[in-house]
């Protein structure tokens, strides 16, 4: 069976830090892996991951994956109060629809 | 731009009614989705459609129905509602970027309590 595993589930830093999100998968046909923010509504998209080592960037977020020990990392540096939220990760199946199997979420909350 | 727009934001039903969620996105995709999120699961996929016209079942479609027969809006239905559909629902759309990768594009949602 398909899943996607977050850690940790819950974090919580001060201004400044540096954070590192983890997930890991498990997905038959995989294609991608996705990160999506998700604040108090909908989920939106961050990155996506199709190739192990290449680092994705944006502004302090960046991330990677490592396509064979089936993982992807979250990193967030000089962390902001606007960074509190849960990050979800997900990995997509390419099998007929390519859906997305998301994993529970890491939620982060920066303290000033 | 209004992307996916979802209502209503929040319902309440009793036990045994019926509703309907309704979707609608502007931007012309082929594919949509119903998401539920409890707490602690992320996102779990409900139904799905590739087309106007086309749906399939995802991970947990029982008490559940849905059709597309226009691209835009993708309905979601609860025949009878059930206390363990208490959760809040997330539709998606989605197209294909260079004829492969399928980013998602999400809703505001809808908090549903049934009673």
């Known amino acids: 069976e398909d899943k996607v595993v977050q850690s940790p589930l819950s974090l919580v830093v001060h201004e400044g830090d540096t954070v590192t999100l983890n997930c890991s998968y498990e997905v038959t046909n995989f294609r991608s892996l996705l990160w999506y923010k998700q604040e108090k509504k909908a989920p939106t998209f961050l990155f996506m991951l199709t190739s192990s080592g290449i680092e994705k960037k944006s502004g302090r977020l960046s991330s990677i994956l490592d396509k064979k020990e089936l993982f992807s990392i979250l990193n967030i540096t000089a962390t902001q109060t606007g960074d509190s939220a849960i990050y979800l990760c997900a990995g997509e199946d390419s099998g007929g629809y390519n859906k997305l199997i998301f994993g529970a979420g890491t939620r982060l909350a920066v303290h000033p | 731009n209004a992307g996916v727009t979802q209502t209503p934001k929040f319902q309440v039903l009793k036990t045994g009614q019926s509703m309907t969620l309704q979707c609608a996105q502007d931007?012309?995709?082929?594919?949509m989705s119903w998401y539920r999120q409890d707490p602690g699961m992320g996102l779990r996929l409900i139904h799905y459609s590739v087309g106007a016209g086309i749906t399939d079942q995802g991970e947990v479609p029982n008490g559940y129905n849905v059709s597309r027969s226009t691209t835009e809006d993708f309905p979601l239905r609860l025949l009878s509602a059930a206390p363990s559909q208490t959760s809040v629902y997330f539709c998606a759309s989605s197209y294909l970027v260079d004829t492969w990768r399928n980013i998602q594009y999400f809703g505001a949602g809808t908090r549903l309590s049934v009673l």
């Open positions: 931007m012309n995709h082929e594919y």
